[in-house]
T-cell receptor, first 115, second 113 residues
Framework: EAGVTQFPSHSVIEKGQTVTLRCDPISGHDNLYWYRRVMGKEIKFLLHFVKESKQDESGMPNNRFLAERTGGTYSTLKVQPAELEDSGVYFC?????????????FGSGTRLTVV | SQQGEEDPQALSIQEGENATMNCSYKTSINNLQWYRQNSGRGLVHLILIRSNEREKHSGRLRVTLDTSKKSSSLLITASRAADTASYFCATAYSGGGADGLTFGKGTHLIIQP
């Protein structure tokens, strides 16, 4: 089966611009998660979708970040306007069930650089 | 210290040797997971151990969990050059709150051929 796909793999934008990241989960996976890792820090949870609903968005850093999952398939994460501290790697993960025993399948990530 | 904190931060060993990485955490957990990340790639799930389990094996991997000490260890036996990667532990919190996993900063493992 195809894994979790993220694109773009890299994005370089200027401060103040808008960037939209996309994640295609494994087909049939209702649960979709966004994480990010800023330079030198831990990988941090951002939010969790169950189908098209936001189950938990407690990790979203501020209102410049907007995540959507229309139709419960792919998800987008928009940063508007981007700031320098938003630079990092954004990972998406999906799973069949939230409390699964097999862990989550992660994508390769989008490396975002804000200059 | 951070939840899901690994040590050492970096480890370099010879091919064929065993590699041991440790992870400590602070809260009550549902399960603890180990992931591997090769350079520039995504996180790959290695193994999950539940809070009521003490040890688990998968191929050359052995994971232990000590909930009384809030710690876990990952042992890779007979290491290979392909095991060179960063290894992260991640905990799933059991007390409600955020749905996400809490990751540590990772251990960077280098296997010298």
């Amino acid at each position: 089966e195809a894994g979790v796909t993220q694109f773009p793999s890299h994005s370089v934008i200027e401060k103040g611009q808008t960037v939209t990241l996309r994640c295609d989960p494994i087909s049939g996976h209702d649960n979709l998660y966004w994480y990010r890792r800023v330079m030198g820090k831990e990988i941090k949870f951002l939010l969790h979708f169950v189908k098209e609903s936001k189950q938990d968005e407690s990790g979203m850093p501020n209102n410049r970040f907007l995540a959507e999952r229309t139709g419960g398939t792919y998800s987008t994460l928009k940063v508007q306007p981007a700031e320098l501290e938003d630079s990092g790697v954004y990972f998406c993960a999906s799973s069949l069930s939230h409390t699964n025993r097999y862990g989550y399948t992660f994508g390769s990530g989008t490396r975002l650089t804000v200059v | 210290s951070q939840q899901g904190e690994e040590d050492p931060q970096a480890l370099s060993i010879q091919e064929g040797e065993n590699a041991t990485m440790n992870c400590s955490y602070k809260t009550s957990i549902n399960n603890l997971q180990w992931y591997r990340q090769n350079s520039g790639r995504g996180l790959v799930h290695l193994i999950l151990i539940r809070s009521n389990e003490r040890e688990k094996h998968s191929g050359r991997l052995r994971v232990t969990l000590d909930t009384s000490k809030k710690s876990s260890s990952l042992l890779i036996t007979a290491s290979r050059a392909a095991d060179t990667a960063s290894y992260f532990c991640a905990t799933a919190y059991s007390g409600g709150g955020a749905d996400g996993l809490t990751f540590g900063k990772g251990t960077h493992l280098i296997i010298q051929p």
